[in-house]
T-cell receptor
């Protein structure tokens, strides 16, 4: 079983839709959590960190449930430019980052 | 803006060749990493380094070695390339911040094909 599991998708949604991605992790000692975004043939870039209290950045909301070892990302009012692969990343301890395989999102006009 | 550069975007090598992948970062970051990314498997850590001349094995170090002679440069070496090392190789760097989750900054990647 992979340490970080994501639904690979693809998720195909119309512009303006709300879409949610889920991620589970198996190491209960994991310390910090992130969502990265990776465009086709490009490098991953940090989208947002995920905090226990949940956090929001514009149309993006990230939630963490430590008891269930579950992380989510919600995108509201999807734009065409949101089309990308979203990587769930878990930091076990200093610099020991584990990446999910990614969830692919396509937003269609 | 952090800049992480990798020596090649695309590389084609033959089985048995020695391959050098170079990575340079310009932000004086202490930590540097080499990953490979394969479809359905995500990024997997090959090696990382906390400081000059220091290296630590990641999850899949077999068939690879690394070199960090200068802080800004982290090299990945495939001693004898094999076809199962065909992959996208991503370099990253980060700066340890007390009490803050770290951000890893990635280079553009090197797509390596071993024939």
């Amino acid at each position: 079983r992979k340490e970080v599991e994501q639904d690979p998708g693809p998720f195909n949604v119309p512009e303006g839709a709300t879409v949610a991605f889920n991620c589970t992790y198996s190491n209960s000692a994991s310390q910090s959590f992130f969502w990265y975004r990776q465009d086709c043939r490009k490098e991953p870039k940090l989208l947002m960190s995920v905090y226990s209290s949940g956090n929001e950045d514009g149309r993006f909301t990230a939630q963490l449930n430590r008891a269930s070892q579950y992380i989510s990302l919600l995108i509201r009012d999807s734009k065409l430019s949101d089309s990308a692969t979203y990587l769930c990343v878990v930091n076990r301890n200093n610099n020991d980052m584990r990446f999910g395989a990614g969830t692919r999102l396509t937003v269609k006009p | 803006d952090v800049k992480v550069t990798q020596s090649s975007r695309y590389l084609v090598k033959r089985t048995g060749e020695k391959v050098f992948l170079e990575c340079v970062q310009d932000m004086d970051h202490e930590n540097m990493f080499w990953y490979r990314q394969d479809p359905g498997l995500g990024l997997r850590l090959i090696y990382f380094s906390y400081d000059v001349k220091m290296k630590e094995k990641g999850d899949i170090p077999e068939g690879y070695s690394v070199s960090r002679e200068k802080k800004e440069r982290f090299s990945l070496i495939l001693e004898s390339a094999s076809t199962n090392q065909t992959s996208m190789y991503l370099c990253a760097s980060s700066f340890p911040l007390q009490g803050s989750p770290e951000t890893q900054y990635f280079g553009p990647g090197t797509r390596l094909l071993v024939l």
